[in-house]
């Protein structure tokens, strides 16, 4: 029965089972559809979002729910090596069915299922429950529609006049409640919270219903109503979109000290660092070296300049947690005794990535262990604790007006943001704009977001415009506050920016091109964001200020060695500039 169930709701082809009478075992392989997922998120995340993840229950032949719990696995076929995703949501999985497991017997379950088709019956519940509320939701197996099945109100009052028609007027009276409701495919989505009574359409509420970024609630257990199999389905949709809001080893909500951030990663808790260590997990540098050199180049060099940085006690954050490779139960590098200088021995012990790509990496991490044993686990932690996307752009994709070989995209945005994103987009638009902060802040912005550093120990510049994320359309006033710190508290002239320009790019651009690794220390940068133009945007002429650190998502990051810079005049509302822009994108903003 909870295999036709699971049929019935999904497809035929969402699960198959496969016994092993012999030993009187089966195994249930339900396939989870991830093509939901925006293609960045499943890059970031490594998943094939064409391809579905597919958990394995290992049931008693013979007793199913009477039976020991199931053992779990969760693998994409194509996708085994480096899936650690798959790892963390093996780990979900496996903690919910033991929780749910005392409370299920095969007897309980028939009863339950019993007592759900009455409700189905001619004047049963769900017919008068529809009744009273005036809707009929059609069910449908179709995946390309959504329909409504169940809508549960938690908190607030609704007041609902003429659904059906083209307008309604609502009132929520309590904000911090959410409206929850399920879909046919098994998704369960949350209302988001409206803050003042106001007119929408029906096709506006049904959008706000299905909008992706509600995830309120995800760690409830689904209903047993349609059976365990279906229950544990659900669990995994209402799981996998908010998978790097969680510890990847205690599950529990990361106390982001900003704002949530896309990559999923450990916890600070020392058990978990450990656990971390230990499950392999940060074995991943060879990886990442091999597959992204100049991105690990790129780390390093934000590190450094965070950590060579006179308000490094500010900005170092966060401090790395690093386990002693020759005594696994303490921490070689712990936030809570911080040694700013042992730290920077073992960064400078780090051999330069472009020496790593020039030999076997087991031999170059022999070379490093051999200089300093902290050398190697700390350019572990140095990649796995970066929490965004970051990919280098080749030729064919780059900016050129920005003149740097040193271009890349840069995602940082969890995927409950980046809808809050869209959704907001399709109401006010957006454009794009320059944020300029000094190289030592990236090692922080990375992990902890772009935020609102205004009247905060953060803040370097004076808020003139108020608190927010200070923007900009010229390139030349970005340009300015990148290349503060390290005691300068001067903002360079947009003459001065174009002056030193016409001075330094005398350097052959050949030359440039070539450069695949950075060269220097002496760095500046700057990152183009997307924002959105809703009326909280202040402008005030080329200074911009958003409030709302919502309303802005990074999508390019430029770097510049030994003070060159780039073209002090690029103003993003050139709108050559910006078809450029979009060109790289690859999608133009609504």
């Keep these: 029965m909870d295999i036709d169930s699971v049929k019935a709701i999904y497809a035929d082809t969402a699960v198959s089972v496969r016994e092993h009478g012999s030993i009187d075992d089966v195994d249930v392989d339900m396939l989870i559809n991830v093509s939901f997922l925006d293609d960045e998120v499943a890059r970031a995340w490594k998943i094939i979002p064409t391809e579905p993840i597919i958990v394995r229950l290992r049931f008693s ?11 779990v696995e969760v693998f994409q076929p194509s996708n085994r090596e480096g899936f650690s995703l798959g790892l963390q949501l093996q780990k979900v999985i496996s903690s919910f069915v033991s929780q749910q497991w005392k409370y299920l017997s095969n007897e309980a379950l028939t009863a339950q299922q019993k007592t759900r088709h009455t409700w189905f019956k001619p004047g049963g519940t769900i017919k008068r429950f529809r009744a009273g509320l005036g809707i009929i939701s059609p069910m449908s197996k179709s995946s390309g529609q959504e329909h409504v099945l169940k809508v549960k ?54 959008e706000l219903l299905f909008s992706s970024q509600a995830f309120i609630h995800c760690k409830s257990a689904p209903t047993l109503q349609h ?5 544990v389905m659900k669990y995994a949709e209402q799981r996998i979109p908010t998978l ?46 091999s597959n992204g050199a100049e991105v690990v180049d790129l780390l390093v060099a934000m590190c450094r300049a965070a950590l060579e940085s006179s308000r490094k006690s500010i900005i170092f954050e966060p401090y790395p947690s690093v386990v002693d490779p020759y005594n696994p139960k303490s921490l070689a590098f712990s936030p ?31 070379q490093m262990d051999t200089i300093d044993p902290l050398a190697h686990p700390l350019l572990q932690w140095i990649t796995s604790s970066n929490r965004s996307h970051i990919v280098k752009l080749p030729l064919n994709r780059q900016l050129k007006f920005m003149h ?52 905060t120990k953060l803040q370097l510049h004076g808020a003139a415009y108020g608190k927010g994320v200070y923007l900009s359309p010229v390139s030349g006033v970005s340009y300015g506050y990148s290349g503060m710190g390290k005691g300068q508290h001067h903002v360079t002239t947009k003459q001065e920016l174009v002056e030193r320009y016409n001075r330094i790019n005398t350097i052959q651009q050949e030359r440039q091109g070539q450069s695949r690794f950075l060269q220097s220390r002496n760095l500046n940068c700057i990152a183009l964001c997307e924002v959105i133009t809703s009326k909280d945007l202040q402008k005030h002429g080329d ?36 078809q450029e822009i979009i060109r790289v994108i690859g999608t133009k903003p609504i």
């Design 61 to 71: 032949l013979s007793q199913y729910l009477n039976g020991p719990a199931p053992s």
């Design 153 to 206: 109100m938690i908190g607030p009052e609704l007041k609902v006049n003429r659904l059906m028609n083209r307008t309604m007027a609502y009132t929520i009276k309590n904000t911090r409640g959410e409206l929850l409701t399920y879909t046919t495919n098994g998704k369960r989505v949350a209302v988001s919270t409206v803050k003042s009574p106001a007119h929408i359409t029906t096709k506006q509420l049904i």
């Design 404 to 455: 740097t070989p040193h271009q890349f995209l840069l995602t940082s945005s969890p995927p409950a943001k980046e809808a809050r994103f869209r959704d907001a987009r399709k109401l006010h638009g957006s454009t794009f704009a320059f944020h300029g902060s000094h190289i030592e802040n990236w090692h922080s912005i990375l992990r902890n977001g772009l935020v609102n550093a205004s009247c």
């Design 543 to 578: 200074t911009w200020v958003c409030p709302i650190s919502d309303h802005v998502c990074t999508r390019f990051f430029f770097v510049y060695e030994n003070g060159q810079v780039g073209d002090a005049d690029i103003n993003t509302q050139d709108i050559r500039i910006e």
């Design 336 to 366: 809570k005794k911080k040694s700013y200088d042992r730290l920077q021995k073992a960064l400078d012990s780090i051999m330069t990535i472009r020496e790593m790509t020039q030999g076997p990496y087991s031999s170059i991490k022999k």
């Design 244 to 289: 790097n809001e969680y510890c990847v080893v205690c599950d529990e909500r990361h106390v982001f000290q900003y704002a949530s951030m896309l990559k999923p990663a450990v916890c600070s808790r020392e058990l978990c660092v450990f656990s971390f260590y230990t499950l392999g997990v940060m074995a991943g540098a060879a990886e990442e070296v």
């Design 227 to 231: 059976g365990f199999l279906v229950q």
